[in-house]
């Protein structure tokens, strides 16, 4: 087909319609940004690459269709990655594939039956496409407001002490003021949460988050704590800038991930953590464990262990007693550009406890890369230690 630019352009807010509602509504559903975002991505990369193409193509073979959705899908991923849209790769995809077909429908279809001079017009709309290039602005203002309508509030907890545990059981970002501290805990039971600059002082966890997901914690502060600071089970979750204080003593653990293989994967960054009998540690998990830094431990400094799937990359582990960065039972770890330093044997007369860097332990792999362990690594039952 022939197109001129005005039908190209036309074609494509056309075809861009449905899409836009979908979206608006799925963001409205998920309390989400990312559906809106990606659609919009998706708009402006298809106007860019119609201006380009254009005069490039004066004749579009229906052929090329395929290998130019492939070349717009790739466009588009690119935007998104550039922009942090965060949207999940698996619904991301089946949306651009279901747009891209529903786009093909209406210009082999759809539209030539609507407008029988549709091909003759190189597939401009007349007045129908003079109207949807005014409204398109029009559209798009009033779908960012509905999805902004649907957005999780944003709630401000004053200075001061306030008693816990605090229960936050729907969508919301809780932000603290300077010098807010909950006392007691805070419990996280809802999917979309966000905790950010609030402190945590008693309780046995500080932080506990149970069978949710997309939850961030930035800039959160724990301590005085007896069991857990941060506790996350059947849950993904952004830990960021934070800093936990924990007791030395057998069982505690400054953040913990547990048995979270079937949600998306974790990260702890950027957090410094002091003391507890393991700092951060996953069980049945796959997390990112990047810049953080931990010193004081009583057992191991970090822990990627019961079948997880890690990558320990840029931290620091000072004071270890046992194990600065451990991999264990089946688990797979990328452990690469860590500095571990001043770890040493924890008392249990183990052997695989005996103040190592990195331990790989019973059939589990650590691939090394370009670390600084100034007391080494070592294999256990079975652990495999790769050396790149």
């Known amino acids: 087909m022939s197109f001129t630019l005005r039908g190209r352009l036309e074609t494509r807010l056309a075809a861009a319609l449905l899409p836009a509602l979908a979206a608006a509504a799925l963001a409205l559903a998920l309390g989400a940004w990312w559906p809106l975002a990606l659609v919009g991505a998706m708009v402006a990369t298809g106007l860019a690459l119609d201006l380009i193409l254009h005069p490039l193509l004066p004749y579009q073979p229906g052929w090329l269709a395929l290998p130019l959705g492939l070349v717009e899908l790739g466009l588009v991923m690119l935007v998104v990655l550039r922009l942090d849209v965060g949207a999940p790769l698996a619904p991301a995809l089946t949306f651009f594939g279901l747009s891209w077909l529903l786009a093909q ?13 549709y091909g003759d017009d190189g597939g401009e709309l007349g007045r ?16 960012l407001g509905v999805a902004w309508a649907g957005q999780p509030p944003t709630v401000h907890l004053a200075a001061g002490s306030h008693e816990g545990p605090l229960v936050l059981d729907r969508a919301q970002t809780l932000v603290g003021e300077p010098g807010a501290v909950v006392r007691g805990g805070i419990v996280i039971r809802a999917d979309g949460v966000t905790v950010r600059d609030v402190a945590v002082f008693g309780g046995a966890t500080g932080i506990e988050i149970r069978d949710s997901k997309d939850v961030v914690l930035d800039g959160v502060r724990v301590a005085g704590t007896t069991l857990d600071g941060i506790s996350a089970r059947r849950s ?3 830990i960021r800038d934070c800093r936990v204080e924990m007791p030395r003593t057998a069982g505690t653990q400054a953040i913990d991930i547990s048995f979270a293989g079937h ?7 950027g957090c410094e953590i002091v003391g507890g009998s393991e700092g951060i540690v996953t069980h049945l ?3 990112t464990i990047r810049g953080n830094r931990v010193t004081g431990t009583g057992m191991r400094g970090i822990a990627v262990t019961e079948m997880s799937m890690g990558s320990v ?6 004071d270890a007693a046992g194990v600065g960065i451990f991999c264990g039972d089946y688990s797979h770890c990328a452990i690469g550009e860590n500095s571990v330093s001043g770890t040493h044997a924890d008392g249990s007369g183990s052997r695989s ?3 190592f860097g990195v331990v790989a332990h019973f059939h589990a792999v650590a691939a ?13 039952i079975g652990g495999e230690l790769e050396r790149g």
């Open 105 to 117: 429908t209406l210009v082999h279809a759809g539209l030539p039956l609507l407008r029988l001079s």
């Open 128 to 143: 129908a496409g003079l109207g949807l290039l005014l409204l398109a602005p029009l559209a798009a203002a009033a779908t």
């Open 236 to 238: 993904s979750v952004t």
């Open 263 to 269: 949600v998306p994967s974790s990260t702890v960054e």
């Open 285 to 287: 998990a796959t997390a």
């Open 313 to 318: 990359v840029r931290n620091v582990i000072e």
């Open 353 to 355: 406890r005996a103040g």
């Open 368 to 380: 090394l890369r370009d670390n600084q362990l100034d007391r080494g690594a070592a294999a256990f």
